[in-house]
Nanobody, 123 residues
Framework: QVQLVESGGGLVQAGDSLRLSCAAS????????MAWFRQAPGKEREFVAG????????NYADSVKGRFTISRDTAKNTVYLQMNTLKPEDTAVYYC????????????????WGQGTQVTVSS
């Protein structure tokens, strides 16, 4: 069992940066593939970024490539999402997700989810 708690969201202006954190409980966190998803009002949840449990492989949605960076600190049981050059279209609730078996951009592949953190980008 893994519990995930996101933090770091807030209200920023276009062009600003934010760093989201996802703190995980559980002794086997280091073996979990992790990902960030987001959901804007009236839209489906979408993949943002993922990182393999080894930390050697990452993938990103085209909309955030070059602006967002996912990383993990196994010693701190934490995954981060560094978001730079934020745009109003990045406004959404951001969710952290974990999977012990799959490294995927498909939300259905993830077994554990956090409660989400709101990111609002004003123009």
């Amino acid at each position: 069992q893994v519990q995930l708690v996101e933090s770091g969201g807030g209200l920023v202006q276009a062009g600003d940066s934010l760093r989201l954190s996802c703190a995980a409980s559980g002794r086997t966190f280091s073996r979990y593939n992790m990902a960030w998803f987001r959901q804007a009002p009236g839209k489906e949840r979408e993949f943002v970024a993922g990182i393999h449990w080894t930390g050697t492989n990452t993938n990103y949605a085209d909309s955030v490539k070059g602006r967002f960076t996912i990383s993990r600190d196994t010693a701190k049981n934490t995954v981060y999402l560094q978001m730079n050059t934020l745009k109003p279209e990045d406004t959404a609730v951001y969710y952290c997700a974990a999977s012990p078996t799959r490294f995927s951009s498909n939300a259905g592949s993830y077994d554990y989810w956090g409660q989400g953190t709101q990111v609002t980008v004003s123009s």
